[in-house]
């Protein structure tokens, strides 16, 4: 089990950025697939980013394509999400996930349950 634990939310002004941090505990992320989901008030949870620890293979909802970049650091143990040219409607709660590689063979990576540990969340606030 890994024990994940996000950091780098706050309040920023629509087009500027932020950069989200989740380290992992408890067991290594190489030969998992880290994944960032977010919730907005109101609404399901979603997909955002996601990324095959060992070999770097990135996946991104269409949504944030372009702006959203994932990357990590092997010697922290540590899975980014760089975000810019925020939005209003990028206003959430982010989350960190961890789960196991198959579900890149299966294409099923932007879905919740194919992630088995998660963080608890750090909130993104977009103002207009």
């Known amino acids: 089990q890994v024990q994940l634990v996000e950091s780098g939310g706050g309040l920023v002004q629509a087009g500027g950025s932020l950069r989200l941090s989740c380290t992992a505990s408890?067991?290594?992320?190489?030969?998992?697939?880290m994944g960032w989901f977010r919730q907005a008030p109101g609404k399901e949870r979603e997909f955002v980013a996601a990324m095959r620890w060992s070999s770097g293979s990135t996946y991104y909802a269409d949504s944030v394509k372009g702006r959203f970049t994932i990357s990590r650091d092997n010697s922290k143990n540590t899975v980014y999400l760089q975000m810019n040219s925020l939005k209003p409607e990028d206003t959430a709660v982010y989350y960190c996930?961890?789960?196991?590689?198959?579900?890149?063979?299966?294409?099923?990576?932007?879905?919740?349950?194919?992630?088995?540990?998660w963080g608890q969340g750090t909130p993104v606030t977009v103002s207009s």
């Open positions: 408890g067991s290594t992320a190489i030969g998992r697939v």
């Open positions: 996930a961890a789960g196991s590689v198959g579900m890149t063979y299966r294409g099923t990576y932007h879905l919740q349950n194919e992630y088995r540990d």
